[in-house]
């Protein structure tokens, strides 16, 4: 066991690295000149080329692709992640101030996936081809159609000209203001829950069709045992093993799928953060956040790994 998870924590290492290079080259092939966005374009005109070279140079832009590569790395080992060009806080105090809610979003998206997907995926499984199953995979099919910003968009504008109602738009904690904080994050949870239910449902109908096919769920039966027990102590677990994997695969594209749900609701997480980056141009922050995205979806699938491992021998002995 603990081979396999020094095994996975380096490869994990080696692919943290190779984020950062494509993240590092993609945001300097971009097309534009940062300081068009820092200035404007009629600003950026005004500026002689003395004073061009200076900006960048403060920057950190001017300096080979080499140096600033290790130079950014510097500073996310130091913790600070760099600083935004529009702003005085640095990229480390943004997350600090905005990841609490995103991260919140997250964990209420997967808990409330996984109380409306098994369940479904039970309905569904237990008696196939019956009017439940065909509604269940309708249902989960739309779901998955539907795509995240639109239905945030629509849950908002229903609730703005039903009831007149609007999120809190400033950040508020959860231990501070618990009230307001589910406010906040319960319009973008359950966008992105039901948008995973629909992929757990499937996955788990899926799995326990086949699990329960298995020659020791028919033994379990064949000894007495009530169906209900079958398939809660030996067809459920096994049929879970494959839906905890792709739990860690969704929960890191919830990170993504954050960006235009929290804009939707006016969350003040991370997503909508990422949006203002790509909106502003704001280069040091869209990289050190696409980066954070990265490394936080390379760890969620090491951690899913070891947890799959250790329910399941037989992998981490392959």
């Known amino acids: 066991m603990y081979s396999y998870i020094l095994r996975r924590l380096a ?10 290079i494509t993240v590092f080259v993609v945001m300097r092939i971009l097309p534009g000149d940062p300081l068009v966005a820092v200035f404007g374009p009629e600003g950026y005109a005004k500026l002689s ?81 019956s009017l439940g199953d065909n509604i269940s995979r309708f249902l989960s099919i739309l779901f998955i159609a539907i795509p995240g910003f639109w239905l945030g968009m629509l849950i908002v504008l229903g609730l703005l000209f039903a009831f007149g109602y609007r999120a809190p738009l400033a950040g508020a904690s959860l231990f501070a203001d618990p009230v307001a904080n589910l406010q906040i994050v ?61 739990s860690g695969v969704l929960l890191g594209l919830v990170l993504a799928g954050s960006i235009p749900v929290e804009r939707a609701f006016g969350a003040p997480g991370l997503g909508n ?26 760890l969620l699938n090491i951690g899913v790994d070891i947890v799959i491992a250790w329910l399941d021998p037989r992998i981490r002995y392959a």
């Open 11 to 20: 490869f994990g290492a080696l692919t943290v690295i190779g984020v950062s």
């Open 49 to 129: 080329e003395a004073e061009r070279a200076n900006y960048m140079a403060e920057l950190g832009l001017s300096d080979p692709l080499v140096v600033q590569y290790f130079t950014w790395i510097g500073q996310i080992l130091e913790g600070s992640f760099g600083r935004s060009f529009f702003r005085a806080e640095s990229v480390a105090e943004m997350v600090l101030r905005r990841g609490p809610l995103t991260a919140e979003i997250a964990a209420i998206s997967v808990v409330l996936s996984w109380v409306v997907g098994i369940p479904v995926a039970l309905v569904s499984a237990l008696k196939p081809n």
């Open 186 to 246: 319960i319009g973008p949870a359950i966008v992105l829950g039901l948008g995973q239910a629909a992929y757990i449902a499937r996955m788990a109908r899926s799995s326990l069709l086949e699990v329960i096919r298995e020659d020791y769920v028919r033994t379990a039966r064949a000894k007495g045992l009530s169906g209900k027990l079958v398939i809660a102590v030996h067809a459920l677990p096994n049929a879970l093993l494959p839906v905890i994997t792709l």
């Open 273 to 298: 953060a990422m949006f203002i980056a790509v909106y502003e141009r704001d280069v040091f922050v869209m990289q050190n956040l696409v980066f954070l995205y990265g490394t936080v979806f390379v």
